[in-house]
């Protein structure tokens, strides 16, 4: 590694430029796919993502410390920025500090495992384009369904599909889409199912030790609970081996509820 010195317009390619970054490490398999898929394709792509695994980070963003960026380059050729913070923190420096003008695209992953239902609320991949959409540019979340011997081909495949579809056809403000995909050869794929967010459930367990001062201490893990869910989310749609492409806006209000709260004579005076 060797330290940033200037500012890049991306590596490669013509047309506009396109972010990738990750939760899986500036290194990771997905990203490495995605990025050879992209360039292949002839797009100009920017890498900027954490120099480390940085999964299930949320929306966390640096405050604690300063950030380091060190370039970093690829077998093969090119190079990325690797950054010691979380996946929103790469995505906020690339736009604002790294890269002489915004990207146009940010595409986050690929990640190495499905983040589908609520998955999408604790995912450092799904944040990254979280934080895309936050500074107004269009963004896509693709992750593959296995978290070992993935075969990301297919996934890199149809998430460059999209970007192109989302450049051509836009996405409204304040919105992404979040791409899952079934590990499997893109002939054994069923095909594209446009979804709404599941509701993926956790067992949540916890193995407790102690350290040698006699501190006690957890590791935290969690078994899927396999529930039977409807036709028509991305949960479903992974288990009918259907790519899922869920649109998820940022606005979490509940508007019915709203309209319904605002009628219950709410004051100051009890």
Not at 33 to 38: D, I, K, N, S
Not at 168 to 177: D, F, I, K, S
Not at 193 to 202: E, I, N, Q, S
């Amino acid at each position: 590694m060797r330290a940033m010195e200037t500012k890049t317009d991306g590596q490669r390619g013509d047309g506009p430029l396109i972010l990738l970054t990750n939760d899986d490490g500036v290194f990771a398999d997905g990203l490495a796919a995605l990025r050879r898929e992209g360039l292949a394709q002839g797009y100009r792509l920017a890498v900027v993502a954490p120099d480390r695994e940085r999964s299930a980070s949320g929306h966390a963003i640096t405050l604690n410390h300063p950030l380091h960026v060190e370039q970093v380059a690829f077998s093969g050729g090119g190079e990325g920025w690797a950054v010691d913070g979380t996946p929103a923190d790469c995505v906020k420096l690339a736009a604002r500090a790294i890269l002489d003008s915004p990207p146009s695209l940010v595409v986050s992953g690929i990640n190495r495992g499905l983040n589908v239902g609520t998955d999408v609320y604790y995912s450092g991949t799904v944040s990254a384009a979280i934080e895309g959409v936050i500074l107004g540019i269009p963004a896509l979340a693709v992750s593959v369904a296995a978290h070992e011997g993935a075969d990301y081909g297919p996934a890199a495949a149809i998430a460059w599909r999209l970007a192109a579809a989302v450049l051509a056809q836009g996405l409204p403000e304040r919105t992404l889409l979040n791409i899952n995909v079934p590990s499997l050869p893109m002939a054994e794929l069923a095909g594209v199912a446009v979804t709404r967010m599941g509701v993926r459930r956790y067992r949540d367990m916890f193995d407790k030790r102690v350290d040698a001062r006699g501190r006690t201490y957890y590791w935290m893990a969690g078994e899927v609970l396999e529930d039977d869910e409807p036709l028509g989310t991305d949960v479903r749609a992974i288990r009918d081996n259907l790519v899922s492409v869920t649109p998820i806006q940022l606005d979490l209000t509940h508007h019915g509820l709203a309209e319904a709260v605002s009628g219950w004579g709410l004051t100051l005076e009890g």
